[in-house]
């Protein structure tokens, strides 16, 4: 048998204070803020007459994607002003997802719920203000709470659902799908990590050629855990957009 | 000092969490509290306090933090980053743009170009073909002219010279026939003994070579 003396939850989701209420989460929130504006201003410092390369041409890639992959796909022409916003908002999340699989960071700071929280709140004011600010808060409810095609017999049903569902369960989906993803990655890899590591030291000689199983596993999921850490920047930037969207213009 | 709240079931202690007053959860094994209290002194004051958070429940600090710093990276980005760099971006494709349009433009006064160019040389092919036409059919003129000069020539050549052969011929003949008449005066005079009349010989020589040149 293998001793594997698997780690309480709290020492691999808690992290103690770097410095008095200031942890690892808080320093990655602060490195993806700092990381995100030096890679931009170094691309608006270049020439922009030129065509782009380097961190321009990556900058610029950000940008298009936001708008091309985002914005035109879920608001249309009149959701570029929300560029910014979401763009800053993919980047941050990104930011926060990838030190996961970066070595001595070891740890997304979305796998924590106080990111995921805080982002989907804002999200909720901002997407239930904007809604009121253009259609009036009448308007917005009506067309929240009463999606137009349904008889009006089924109002009974739907209009409590679209309220549970609209009001209630949307920022709370979107946190809880963020912070369980990059959780239950964070717990997989440290999972497998422990593993590989008890099968190779295993007093048992017989087992340690089995670690390299565990240990492919681990490999494969780090890999696997860069395409999350993208996938779920895109996925909550994108509801963003449909949320905002579909406040702005209830007919789409 | 930290306060226990104990859960207990069938007078069996399950649960024991300890809250202190900096709000800090904690939770102790319900063996410990046993041994505790069997050693006399209270659970709460007595037993290993472990830190144990809930490691799902946000904290204010990772909220301000995050919040923090997603305003400043927001503000920065909105108001200073993302304008500055669309502008570039504009201005870059708004001279790609102008580009494309004026090598547009400059394309579309080239194709009139060679439009003219071509109308010109297709005109000029037309003229030159006309010039060719009729230098070809001045020359032809000329050619058949002095085709006809040669040829009149030729035919005047080709009379004198038979009329001279016509000559000379008649004239060898002439000699011929005085030649064979005086051979044939001598050999009728050597076979007959007189000399026949000279108007008959030249009479019968000049019939055998007419005959003769008739065959």
């Given at each position: 048998?293998?001793?594997?003396?698997?780690?309480?939850?709290?020492?691999?989701?808690?992290?103690?204070?770097?410095?008095?209420?200031?942890?690892?989460?808080?320093?990655?929130?602060?490195?993806?803020a700092?990381?995100s504006i030096t890679i931009f201003l170094l691309a608006v410092r270049?020439?922009?007459?030129?065509?782009?390369?380097?961190?321009r041409?990556?900058a610029?890639?950000i940008v298009?994607?936001?708008?091309?992959?985002?914005?035109?796909?879920?608001?249309?022409?009149?959701?570029?002003?929300?560029?910014p916003?979401?763009m800053t908002?993919?980047l941050?999340?990104?930011?926060?997802?990838?030190?996961?699989?970066?070595?001595?960071?070891?740890?997304?700071?979305?796998?924590?719920?106080?990111?995921?929280?805080?982002?989907?709140?804002?999200?909720?004011?901002?997407?239930?203000?904007?809604?009121?600010?253009?259609?009036?808060?009448?308007?917005?409810?009506?067309?929240?709470?009463?999606?137009?095609?349904?008889?009006?017999?089924?109002?009974?049903?739907?209009?409590?659902?679209?309220?549970?569902?609209?009001?209630?369960?949307?920022?709370?989906?979107?946190?809880?799908?963020?912070?369980?993803?990059?959780?239950?990655?964070?717990?997989?890899?440290?999972?497998?990590?422990?593993?590989?590591?008890?099968?190779?030291?295993?007093?048992?000689?017989?087992?340690?050629?089995?670690?390299?199983?565990?240990?492919?596993?681990?490999?494969?999921?780090?890999?696997?855990?860069?395409?999350?850490?993208?996938?779920?920047?895109?996925?909550?930037?994108?509801?963003?957009?449909?949320?905002?969207?579909?406040?702005?213009?209830?007919?789409? | 000092?930290?306060?226990?709240?104990?859960?207990?079931?069938?007078?069996?202690?399950?649960?024991?969490?300890?809250?202190?007053?900096?709000?800090?959860?904690?939770?102790?094994?319900?063996?410990?509290?046993?041994?505790?209290?069997?050693?006399?002194?209270?659970?709460?004051?007595?037993?290993?306090?472990?830190?144990?958070?809930?490691?799902?429940?946000?904290?204010?600090?990772?909220?301000?933090?995050?919040?923090?710093?997603?305003?400043v990276l927001l503000i920065v980005m909105r108001y200073y980053l993302f304008p500055k760099l669309k502008k570039g971006?504009?201005?870059?494709?708004?001279?790609?743009?102008?580009?494309?349009?004026?090598?547009?433009?400059?394309?579309?006064?080239?194709?009139?170009?060679?439009?003219?160019?071509?109308?010109?040389?297709?005109?000029?092919?037309?003229?030159?073909?006309?010039?060719?036409?009729?230098?070809?059919?001045?020359?032809?003129?000329?050619?058949?002219?002095?085709?006809?000069?040669?040829?009149?020539?030729?035919?005047?050549?080709?009379?004198?010279?038979?009329?001279?052969?016509?000559?000379?011929?008649?004239?060898?003949?002439?000699?011929?026939?005085?030649?064979?008449?005086?051979?044939?005066?001598?050999?009728?005079?050597?076979?007959?003994?007189?000399?026949?009349?000279?108007?008959?010989?030249?009479?019968?020589?000049?019939?055998?070579?007419?005959?003769?040149?008739?065959?």
């Amino acid at each position: 048998m293998i001793a594997l003396d698997f780690p309480e939850i709290n020492s691999i989701l808690v992290w103690k204070d770097l410095f008095p209420s200031f942890n690892k989460i808080a320093l990655i929130a602060v490195l993806a803020a700092v990381i995100s504006i030096t890679i931009f201003l170094l691309a608006v410092r270049q020439d922009h007459k030129e065509a782009p390369k380097g961190i321009r041409n990556f900058a610029e890639v950000i940008v298009e994607f936001i708008e091309d992959g985002v914005v035109m796909q879920t608001m249309g022409k009149d959701g570029l002003a929300w560029t910014p916003f979401l763009m800053t908002m993919f980047l941050f999340i990104y930011l926060c997802n990838v030190p996961g699989i970066i070595p001595f960071f070891q740890m997304p700071a979305t796998a924590r719920m106080a990111v995921p929280l805080f982002l989907a709140l804002m999200v909720w004011v901002i997407y239930n203000v904007t809604g009121i600010k253009h259609q009036g808060i009448g308007g917005y409810l009506k067309s929240t709470l009463f999606p137009p095609g349904v008889p009006k017999a089924l109002y009974i049903l739907v209009t409590p659902i679209e309220f549970i569902s609209a009001i209630i369960v949307r920022p709370f989906s979107l946190a809880v799908r963020l912070f369980a993803n990059m959780m239950a990655g964070h717990i997989l890899l440290v999972t497998f990590a422990l593993l590989s590591e008890a099968l190779f030291q295993a007093k048992d000689k017989i087992l340690i050629p089995v670690g390299i199983l565990p240990f492919f596993m681990l490999v494969f999921l780090t890999s696997f855990e860069v395409l999350v850490a993208f996938l779920q920047a895109y996925i909550f930037a994108m509801l963003t957009a449909v949320y905002i969207g579909g406040a702005t213009h209830p007919e789409h | 000092m930290p306060t226990a709240i104990v859960t207990q079931s069938s007078g069996q202690i399950v649960h024991v969490r300890l809250v202190s007053s900096d709000t800090t959860d904690t939770t102790v094994a319900p063996e410990a509290v046993a041994l505790a209290a069997e050693s006399g002194t209270g659970a709460a004051e007595t037993t290993a306090v472990v830190a144990a958070p809930n490691p799902i429940a946000p904290t204010p600090k990772e909220i301000f933090w995050s919040a923090g710093s997603f305003f400043v990276l927001l503000i920065v980005m909105r108001y200073y980053l993302f304008p500055k760099l669309k502008k570039g971006m504009v201005a870059r494709y708004d001279d790609i743009r102008s580009d494309i349009e004026g090598a547009d433009s400059v394309k579309a006064a080239a194709q009139t170009d060679v439009a003219g160019y071509e109308k010109q040389l297709a005109a000029v092919r037309v003229e030159a073909a006309g010039r060719i036409d009729a230098a070809r059919q001045t020359v032809d003129a000329e050619r058949n002219a002095q085709l006809a000069q040669v040829n009149a020539r030729i035919a005047s050549a080709r009379a004198d010279a038979e009329a001279k052969t016509s000559a000379a011929r008649a004239a060898a003949q002439g000699q011929v026939a005085a030649a064979v008449a005086q051979v044939a005066t001598k050999a009728a005079t050597m076979a007959s003994g007189r000399t026949p009349d000279a108007s008959v010989v030249q009479a019968a020589v000049a019939s055998a070579m007419e005959s003769a040149g008739s065959r």
